[in-house]
C-alpha cells in the first residue's frame, strides 16, 4: 500500500517568524519521509501566499524549505507534485523552482491544467489546480465521467464552502469552477481539495485538508497535514500552530457591571490560556465587548488600565448600533465577502469594484498586476514595505 503525504495552503510569506515555520515544516517533513517513508508528497496549492521580492525573507525561506523537501525526496525516491492554487497567492512563483523542476534525478511536477497521472502502478489520480474556465462542463466533462483512485486539487466545494454563494461572486470569480460532492464522489474514492483553511470531512469520502498553520483570529479549528493510504484519509493535527483565540461577550454580561467582575473574566482567559501568558507557546487572544447602551463611562478606561501589560490580549469594542436590525443584517449580507478569511485581499475588491461599479472591466488578474505595479512604485521610492 502506498503511503502519501498532503499538505495544503502553506502561504509561505504569510507568517513573520520564519524560523517557527521552517523549524516546523522541516520536522514533519523528517517524521514523514524519512522515519514513515511516504511514496510521495502532494502540496494541494497556494504554496505561497503573495508575490515575493527577491531580498525579501520569505524568499529565502520558501527556497530552503523546497531545497530542504527535494534533498530528503531525492535520497528517499519520493515523488512531489505541486498543484497550482489560488492567482493572487501563488502569483506565478514557482519559477523560484525552475532547477529543480528540471531535475533529471528528481521526479517532482508543476501541475497548472486538469490532468490525469498513474502515480503508482493502478493508483491512478485526477489533478485538478485552481483555473479559471469559460465553462465548467467543457472544460472537465472528459474527466469527470472516469473513475479515478483519488482526486487532488485546489478550489470551491460548494457543500464545503457554503459561504461563497454565485449570486455575492465577481465576475472573474464566476469562471471559478464550483464543484459538487456527488460529482466528485463519483468519480474517485476519495477526494481531497485545498484551498478552504478548515479541515472539512464531506459526504461520499470529499475532504477540505485545511491548512497546517494558523495565522489570524476566526481560525480557531485544528490544524495539520494528510496521510493517504488505500481510501483512507488520516488527519494529523500540527500541535505547533499558534493559537488565535477569541471570546465574545454580549452586551447584557455581568462583566459590565463592576470592575470585580471585569477582572475575574480577565484573570480566567489568561489561567485557561496559561501556556501563552507563560511564553511556553506563541499566542493572542481577542476579546469582544458588545457594549451596552448604558455601559458606564468609566469602563472603559478600567479596561484600558487592566489590559495595558497585556501584550497577548487584543480588544474590541463594539459599540450598540443605532442602525435598525433589518437594515443592519442587510448590510452584512451585502458585504459579508470583506470578512471571509477564505479570499485574498484581490478577491474582496474584484467583489467590491464588480458590486459598485458594473461597468467595470477590470478583473482579478488585472487588479493584482496594477497593485503590483503600484507597490514597486512606492518601494522605489522608499514609501512602501
Not at 271 to 293: C, D, H, Q, S, W
Not at 358 to 371: R, V
Amino acid at each position: 500500500m502506498y503511503r502519501i503525504l498532503l499538505f495544503s495552503d502553506l502561504h509561505i510569506g504569510s507568517i513573520k517568524e520564519i524560523t517557527h515555520v521552517y523549524d516546523t515544516l522541516t520536522r514533519i517533513l523528517d517524521t514523514e519521509l524519512v522515519y514513515r517513508k511516504s511514496d510521495a508528497i502532494i502540496i494541494l496549492g497556494d504554496f505561497f501566499h503573495k508575490l515575493l521580492r527577491v531580498n525579501e525573507e520569505h524568499t529565502t525561506l520558501a527556497i530552503n524549505i523546497m531545497s530542504y523537501l527535494v534533498r530528503l525526496c531525492k535520497k528517499n525516491k519520493t515523488k512531489i507534485r505541486l498543484l497550482y492554487g489560488t492567482e493572487s497567492h501563488e502569483a506565478s512563483s514557482y519559477t523560484l523552482f525552475n532547477y529543480h523542476l528540471t531535475d533529471p534525478d528528481l521526479d517532482m511536477k508543476l501541475v497548472t491544467t486538469v490532468s490525469v497521472e498513474e502515480l503508482f502502478p493502478k493508483v491512478n489520480i485526477l489533478y485538478v489546480p485552481e483555473e479559471y474556465v469559460e465553462s465548467k462542463e467543457e472544460h472537465y466533462r472528459k474527466y469527470l465521467d472516469k473513475k479515478y483512485t483519488y482526486i487532488f486539487g485546489h478550489g470551491i466545494i460548494s457543500e464545503g464552502m457554503p459561504m461563497i454563494g454565485l449570486e455575492n461572486t465577481s465576475v472573474q470569480e464566476r469562471k471559478l469552477p464550483r464543484f459538487k460532492v456527488g460529482e466528485l464522489s463519483q468519480a474517485s474514492t476519495l477526494t481531497v481539495f485545498g484551498h478552504y483553511h478548515k479541515f472539512t470531512e464531506l459526504p461520499g469520502n470529499v475532504y477540505y485538508l485545511g491548512s497546517l498553520f494558523r495565522d489570524s483570529f476566526g481560525e480557531e479549528e485544528p490544524k495539520g497535514y494528510g496521510i493517504v493510504e488505500g481510501n483512507k484519509l488520516t488527519f494529523i493535527e500540527n500541535p505547533d500552530a499558534y493559537i488565535y483565540k477569541t471570546y465574545e461577550y454580549p452586551a447584557d454580561s455581568d462583566i459590565y457591571t463592576s470592575t470585580a467582575n471585569l477582572l475575574a473574566e480577565i484573570n480566567k482567559i489568561k489561567m485557561e490560556n496559561e501556556e501563552i501568558f507563560t511564553e511556553n507557546r506563541y499566542g493572542k487572544i481577542r476579546v469582544i465587548f458588545n457594549l451596552p447602551a448604558d455601559i458606564n463611562s468609566s469602563f472603559s478606561e478600567n479596561l484600558r488600565l487592566l489590559l495595558m501589560k497585556e501584550k497577548n490580549i487584543r480588544y474590541i469594542y463594539k459599540e450598540a448600533s443605532s442602525i435598525p436590525e433589518d437594515l443592519s443584517a442587510e448590510i452584512q449580507v451585502e458585504y459579508d465577502f470583506i470578512l471571509d478569511d477564505s479570499l485574498s485581499v484581490w478577491e474582496k475588491i474584484c467583489r467590491y469594484i464588480d458590486k459598485n461599479f458594473p461597468g467595470s472591466d477590470l478583473d482579478l488578474a488585472e487588479i493584482i498586476k496594477l497593485t503590483n505595479e503600484r507597490l514597486e512604485i512606492y518601494r522605489n521610492e522608499g514609501k512602501g514595505p
